[in-house]
């Protein structure tokens, strides 16, 4: 985050580094600013477009009158429309570059951004409530083994991996925490407001870490805080553990193609995973796997 007021204004270094590269390719394949235009002129002119068509929605938003806002949007629209429409005659001469980039990246991000609410939709209906898993081990008590396990979790319900552990292998901690790391839109959280918790049952607690979008996560150092809320967790005899999904990709299941189901099981491959990002120690982490299909 490059900004303390606005939440999504970043900067990553690797991005930066491939737009360094698409920039010196483009240059050594059109060799000229005038072969260069065709190019340019397609890109300028579409971003004219794109930029009134989201000003319009942020207006809306921000419940400005729609009186006001369509005639200035359909003012816009007209020019920048006239300018886009002027230079799609380049496409053939060099046009074409900006259009397939813009693609690839829109069918990215779009498949992401499908892909990650299909995989919490099949993820979720292995999970179950925190009281319902409070019930399982109150009425059919598992092995305990001394200290504390952290499941991590993505709202209050237990996970689907916590539940297949537990149905397998018949054994938990003696201290079991039920942990949410959330981002806020916020800048900064001070440290002694950044923890909250409750219990669920004797043994099984919820704990929410709260983060500003300014910060940078980091689990094991908030958990000392956990004092403040009457349970001392001694760090150095905690497991974490973390579920770690394989991705199928399958036809058989609504949602996306099936090309995006494999596009999507490579990128969620290729994503930070979940000990770096919130700085757990490699040594304590434990991942259980499962597979889900999509």
């Not at 300028?44 to 989201?54: D, G, H, K, Q």
């Not at 397939?100 to 990650?116: D, E, V, Y």
């Not at 009425?139 to 083994?145: A, Q, S, T, W």
């Not at 909250?196 to 996560?217: E, S």
Request: include cysteine; glycine fraction near 6%; charge should be negative.
């Amino acid at each position: 985050q490059t900004s303390g007021d606005e939440q999504g204004q970043i900067y990553s270094p690797a991005v930066n580094w491939l737009l360094m590269l698409v920039c010196i390719a483009l240059v050594l394949s059109f060799r000229s600013s005038s072969n260069l235009a065709a190019a340019y002129g397609i890109a300028v002119s579409s971003t004219m477009v794109v930029t009134t068509i989201l000003a319009f929605f942020v207006a809306r938003r921000y419940d400005w009158r729609p009186e006001l806002v369509l005639p200035l949007t359909i003012l816009f629209l007209i020019i920048d429309l006239s300018f886009f429409s002027a230079n799609l005659l380049k496409v053939f001469a060099g046009g074409w570059v900006p259009l397939l980039m813009a693609a690839c990246i829109f069918t990215l991000m779009t498949t992401w951004s499908r892909g990650r609410k299909l995989f919490q939709s099949r993820i979720a209906e292995g999970e179950d409530s925190t009281e319902e898993l409070a019930r399982r081990v109150r009425e059919k008590p598992p092995h305990m083994i001394p200290g504390t396990g952290i499941y991590l979790t993505g709202g209050d319900h237990a996970p689907a991996y916590l539940l297949r552990h537990l149905d397998r292998n018949k054994v938990l901690h003696e201290r079991i925490v039920l942990l949410t790391v959330q981002t806020i839109d916020e800048p900064r959280v001070p440290a002694v407001e950044r923890l909250r918790g409750w219990g669920i049952a004797p043994g099984i607690y919820r704990l929410v870490i709260r983060y500003g979008f300014m910060q940078t996560p980091n689990v094991p150092v908030a958990l000392r805080f956990s004092e403040q809320l009457g349970l001392d967790i001694d760090i150095d005899n905690v497991t974490y553990y973390l579920g770690r999904a394989t991705l199928i990709p399958s036809d058989d299941l609504p949602g996306m193609a099936l090309w995006r189901d494999h596009l999507f099981a490579f990128m969620a491959h290729n994503a930070t995973r979940a000990t770096d990002f919130y700085g757990l120690p490699p040594e304590d982490v434990v991942e259980l796997g499962f597979h889900v299909e999509i």
